[in-house]
């Protein structure tokens, strides 16, 4: 390999030409940004400060016309870029085209950078202007690379899937990734920018000077110690060589900010604004009807190009530009049409049109409406091997909102401490819903020891536990438990297997004797003939069958699919009495497959089987159909409709795939409109109905809407019961998604409370939301490490609220009349006083004319106190008497008349 020279070359000319083109395309840009689509007949000169100077260590303008050269107008000693297997055809004068191709080909086109150009730095700002390929979308590529010919240590961007930005100095396995939660469309230009701060330790990535992903990150620029073949279009691995356009590259060894990412956005947004207001028109032309079934809910965005606004009084757009809100014509209503205004904006240039909007009249609460999803995430750089819970947006099942604000909803302190492949289904007889998942930690859990470690450790010493949760609404969890697949419910083992995992159950009706259902389980594990489990082997799909995931009601009943090499991640879907089952194949090249049978005991290895389809999902991949996986199935409402999601593998996630005919195989999802949160990895979907699809929602809250409910007041010696009926029963939350308030209960925390005292005491209750299950856990001094001694479940997302219990002392059973008499000329005030409590009281006697003590007066015991009056005529009044026993007190009043003795 021939080292690239970075001293100055004759081609490393200044640039005024380019510079001037810059700096009247920006003016260009900030009219058209002002002017929106107005036509501009001349721009006025801008400073230059427009583009960042500071730090920036290369910048290659592609608005070449001819030649392999690109010089550097950077004030540094880095020289030009080369075109390797570049033509002059390949120049558009405003771009430099990229063939695409195999790494391999002599005419893929790609750019080699200077050697060294961010050698040493700690922080790094790489920002590129790029029109990217259909092909690009799903094949492997990087879009530029600071780094090597080997993957081992590299800084780069790729736009396959979301696009992303990536460093790394352990090859994929130590990728640090910032990844947008969207995909890029095909033939449209784009600003991409890569920002590394060392200082701050992230790694943050913006797309047309927006930010979309940020990650923390202690590598920098600096560990990219080899940096001899940095390049543009060309992957250090045997990708596909990049196939686009490419009209600015610039490199800072600096963060650039926000705003200053923003400046570069803008400035070359200019040189194809015209391609930008064709794209803006071409968006907003694809925007299809909507529907709207919901009160609130999100409006598409098409990947963040379109924002909304209504136009009639009866529907109102948030400031967001996607949050609708309208009132829903009643149950058994027609639907009512309205219009909405989609604007599609590209680069600050915008296009609007008015959309037909259905409005849906609202559902009852049995009616089939929405979709719950089970998934975890795969996230090397945080633990993230839990349990995380999405719901459709209203009845779509293309597009899906993470509930709780995107954190985990549960959490493992059992074995290994990790969740993954998490299963949700549902036992019609007891109403119940479960989750169970495979206990296994990846990230930061036993990796085994040397000569068995990863994946060799965990497939052959692995957990044989399945973690278990149940609920009865999908938004209050049970404490989780375990159980063993390879135990009876005796304890004895029932076979050699390695790790359990990938877990799915379909329920059965009258699978038991006596007519009963149960879940046939299914799960993958690798079986041993020895108890070391050792020697050559491979995974089957096994089964057993049980009512509740306990080890009471398990029983083993062995081998399900047994292809002779590896056969993983079955899922199952019936329909017209046919039972359908999707395998993912890890022998024999077949990916992800699908077959049919119209036995009843499908779960028998003897069941014939017929093949439908093979390499389901491998467009996903880049034709690689091992690179999908943990395959998902469900059924639309209603409908002869079926989506399959896949798992792209290592980390991009759920992909969809869609049939009207299951005989007839899968074919791609294409919809503008598909939405999921980036990483959403290998779970379960189950339909709802409207009331449990509105029951979640208002359980989906981001916060309470008063945090303090007051004071609730007990008498001494109140119980626990009494003290709780006292305290507000519910509190108002703010709901996610823009959704308004909802009540929701709040358990009490009583735990500080002495009602056998007088006072106040202040209390805890947590509201009941998605986010009040326990989702976290820790160890002896906080550790999280998967051998922490003392691991105790919490929930870190729970919603509290406060109030003050004011024990008060019990009301004395003393009463107490007054008269008044005369005597010789003198008025007397009577006062009767007796005790009808348990314990004699000391008194205390106070009027106007006067006051006594009585030291003691006894249980049943009554008594009289007389007050000669001290004037004459005698004024109305009363008396007080004051009764203490055992630190308790309690007044009553006793009023007497007016009277004229003589």
């Known amino acids: 390999m021939t080292a690239h020279s970075t001293a100055p070359t004759a081609s490393a000319r200044p640039s005024t030409r380019r510079r001037r083109s810059a700096i009247l395309s920006l003016a260009t840009g900030v009219a058209l940004l002002a002017g929106g689509l107005v036509p501009l007949t001349a721009a006025p000169a801008v400073a230059e400060t427009g583009l960042p100077s500071t730090g920036l260590r290369a910048e290659y303008i592609f608005d070449e016309t001819a030649g392999a050269s690109v010089p550097n107008s950077a004030p540094t000693t880095l020289g030009a870029a080369t075109v390797v297997n570049g033509t002059d055809s390949l120049w558009t004068g405003s771009s430099l085209v990229f063939t695409g191709g195999a790494k391999t080909s002599p005419t893929a086109s790609w750019v080699r950078l200077p050697n060294d150009v961010l050698a040493g ?4 700002t790489v920002t590129i202007e790029t029109k990217l390929d259909a092909s690009m979308k799903n094949n492997w590529n990087f879009l530029w ?26 090859g994929g396995g130590g990728e640090v990734n910032a990844r947008s939660g969207s995909a890029l469309s095909a033939d449209r230009w784009y600003s991409l920018t890569s920002v590394i701060d060392g200082a701050a330790g992230r790694l943050t990535f913006f797309v047309d000077g927006v930010q979309v992903a940020s990650t923390p990150t202690t590598l920098s620029p600096a560990d990219i110690t080899d940096q001899t073949l940095n390049a543009i279009g060309r992957a250090p691995y045997p990708d596909p060589m990049y196939k686009g356009e490419v009209s600015t590259f610039r490199v800072y060894d600096r963060a650039l900010s926000a705003d200053e990412v923003t400046r570069v956005s803008t400035a070359d947004a200019t040189i194809h604004a015209d391609a930008h207001r064709q794209a803006a028109q071409t968006v907003v032309d694809a925007v299809a009807p909507v529907t709207v079934d919901e009160s609130t809910t999100t409006l598409p965005t098409y990947g963040g190009r379109v924002t909304w606004a209504a136009t009639d009084s009866g529907t109102t757009v948030a400031a967001d530009g996607k949050t609708l809100t309208t009132t829903l014509p009643a149950v058994g209503s027609a639907a009512r049409t309205t219009t909405l205004t989609a604007t599609a904006t590209v680069r600050g240039v915008a296009a609007s049109r008015a959309v037909t909007t259905t409005i849906q009249p609202a559902r009852a609460a049995e009616d089939a409406f929405g979709y719950a999803m089970v998934h975890f995430i795969e996230d090397a750089n945080g633990y993230a091997e839990k349990i995380y819970l999405d719901v459709s947006r209203g009845d779509d099942p293309e597009a899906w909102d993470p509930l709780n604000g995107g954190k985990p909803i549960l959490a493992s302190q059992l074995g290994t401490t990790g969740v993954r492949d998490p299963y949700l289904t549902y036992n019609p007889e007891t109403q119940t819903y479960y989750i169970i998942a495979t206990d296994l930690r990846v990230f930061g859990g036993d990796r085994g020891a040397a000569g068995c470690t990863d994946w060799c450790y965990w497939s052959s010493q692995g957990s044989t536990k399945l973690n278990v949760w149940e609920s009865k609404d999908l938004v209050t969890w049970g404490d989780l438990r375990q159980f063993d697949v390879a135990q009876s419910p005796a304890g004895t083992e029932v076979a050699e297997l390695g790790m359990a995992w990938a877990p799915e ?43 509740d995931f306990t080890q009471q009601t398990y029983r083993y009943g062995g081998t399900m699919i047994d292809t002779g090499g590896d056969a993983i991640d079955t899922t199952v879907i019936q329909n017209d009495g046919k039972t ?6 890890n022998a024999f090249g077949r990916g992800i497959y699908m077959e049919s049978t119209t036995a009843a005991d499908w779960w028998k290895q003897s069941t014939a089987w017929t093949t439908v389809q093979e390499r389901i999902g491998a467009n996903y991949s880049g034709g690689n159909a091992g690179g999908v996986e943990g395959p998902a199935v469900f059924q639309r409402h209603g409908e002869d409709a079926w989506y399959l999601y896949v798992d792209v593998i290592p980390s991009t996630g759920y992909r969809p795939l869609e049939t009207t005919n299951l005989d007839a195989g899968w074919t791609p999802l294409v919809s503008d409109t598909f939405s999921m949160a980036p990483s959403t990895k290998h779970g379960g979907i189950v339909p709802l109905t409207f009331g ?46 823009g959704r308004g308030t909802a009540a929701q209960p709040v358990t009490w925390n009583l735990t500080g409370v002495d009602a056998s005292k007088p006072g106040s005491y202040p209390v805890t209750g947590t509201v009941r939301t998605v986010g009040a299950n326990l989702n976290q856990w820790a160890g002896t001094n906080g550790s999280t490490a998967y051998n922490a001694a003392d691991r105790r479940l919490f929930s870190s997302t729970a919603l509290t609220v406060t109030a003050d219990v004011v024990v008060t002392a019990p009301a004395l059973a003393v009463t107490a009349t007054a008269e008044t008499r005369c005597a010789a000329g003198k008025a007397i005030v009577v006062t009767r006083i007796a005790n009808g409590g348990a314990a004699p009281v000391a008194l205390q006697v106070d009027s106007a004319h006067g006051s006594k003590t009585i030291a003691s007066l006894g249980a049943g015991k009554s008594t009289i106190v007389t007050f000669t009056a001290r004037t004459n005529p005698l004024a109305a009044g009363e008396v007080t008497v004051a009764a203490s026993t055992g630190g308790t ?8 008349a007016a009277t004229t003795c003589r």
Do not use: C, M
């Open 692 to 737: 449990q699809y509105d029951g979640i929602r208002k359980a989906d809250a981001t916060a309470v809407v008063t945090t303090d409910l007051g004071d609730a007041s007990v008498t001494q010696g109140a119980g626990t019961a009494s003290i709780t009926a006292a305290l507000p029963r519910e509190a108002q939350v703010t709901l996610a998604y």
């Open 121 to 124: 730095a700690r922080s790094a």
């Open 145 to 170: 690379n600071i780094g090597s010919d080997s993957p081992t240590r590299s800084y780069f961007s790729s736009v396959r899937d979301n696009p992303r930005t990536v460093l790394t100095t352990n």
């Open 580 to 585: 359908y089952r999707v395998t993912k194949d």
């Open 889 to 896: 007190t309690s007044s009553v009043t006793a009023p007497f």
């Open 505 to 547: 159950a379909t329920w059965v009706p009258g699978y038991n004797a006596d007519g009963s259902g149960a879940f046939v389980l299914y799960w993958s594990s690798t079986v041993y003939s020895n108890a070391a489990h050792t020697g050559s082997s491979y995974s089957r799909v096994l089964w057993g069958a049980t009512t």
